[in-house]
């Protein structure tokens, strides 16, 4: 691979892994089987995308799309917590009527952001081509956000969001409002994401409808990979090894489609990622399965 893909896929992965941590917080901490994610990935680029095209600032409408994420958790959350729907459900709710509003929100299936200023262009010193900042700028983001997140959640009410996602009966014996932590946990995950997405229409030159489809499989992919090359229960440790996931998911899937020996073109995207979350969730049973052999 050419030093411009390796670069294209580090931009990406750095992108997902901001997913990858939002998949992270309602799959693993709340223990909450959240779809929004698949509607609020492309809310964030609508949201960004068409203010930035009306002339809005990038970085506010950067902020209002990381806003608008949280809303959308907030809801699926809502949907679970007062009106009793069962969390999958609801978070499927969402994602149907996420795509309509996301329509009304863009106006049309896609908004291109070719000639307009972005958070990248804008923070662009001239010594550095593009393809080379966009992913340094990323760097910063992405571990900005890891530390963020590992000092919400050793507070009190970080805590309570993890117990809430450990045993949420014991939580509540223990004074904790779980109705609370599951409804900041869902917004803070989905405000992840949809950061993810309005810095993703960015660098890829608009939003699209469409943009948001596997966004989930993708980011539980990330997930998978992560824990599978650095399994740890400490929280500072499982959110480098997300990290680390969603930049070696990308790497793999720029590797299966850059390589000509293998033959694979863009639309087998799906299978690549199918065979590598296989691989990732068989491998750890492996090695504990012949570790178990060579102690016996």
């Not at 799959?27 to 680029?45: E, H, M, N």
Request: aromatic share 8%; net charge positive.
């Amino acid at each position: 691979m050419s030093l411009y893909t390796l670069l294209g896929a580090l931009e990406i992965g750095l992108i997902f892994s901001l997913v990858a941590l939002g998949v992270y917080i309602s799959f693993r901490l709340l223990r909450f089987p959240d779809l929004t994610v698949d509607g609020s990935f492309p809310l964030g680029g609508a949201v960004a995308a068409t203010m930035i095209a009306a002339g809005h600032d990038p970085f506010t409408a950067t902020i209002a799309a990381t806003l608008a994420g949280a809303i959308a958790g907030l809801i699926t959350g809502w949907l679970n917590v007062s009106l009793k729907i069962m969390d999958l459900l609801a978070s499927i709710l969402m994602m149907i009527a996420l795509y309509s509003i996301n329509l009304r929100i863009m106006g049309k299936p896609n908004v291109p952001l070719i000639t307009e200023p972005t958070v990248f262009n804008l923070l662009q010193p001239e010594a550095l081509a593009d393809y080379v900042f966009r992913p340094l700028l990323l760097v910063f983001v992405v571990l900005a956000v890891k530390l963020a997140l590992d000092g919400f959640f050793a507070t009190q009410s970080g805590l309570a969001i993890r117990a809430t996602g450990s045993n949420a009966r014991m939580a509540r014996a223990q004074g904790v409002n779980t109705g609370m932590a599951i409804l900041a946990g869902m917004a803070l995950s989905n405000a992840l994401v949809g950061l993810a997405g309005a810095l993703f229409a960015q660098t890829q030159g608009g939003a699209d409808i469409s943009m948001g489809v596997g966004t989930i499989v993708i980011g539980l992919a990330a997930v998978i990979v992560g824990e599978s090359l650095l399994p740890s229960r400490k929280l500072y440790l499982a959110t480098i090894a997300v990290i680390v996931g969603a930049i070696v998911y990308r790497f793999f899937i720029a590797l299966a489609l850059n390589s000509d020996f293998i033959g694979l073109q863009a639309q087998d995207l799906n299978l690549v990622t199918a065979v590598l979350v296989t691989v990732a969730l068989v491998v750890p049973r492996l090695r504990a399965h012949w570790s178990g052999k060579r102690v016996s």
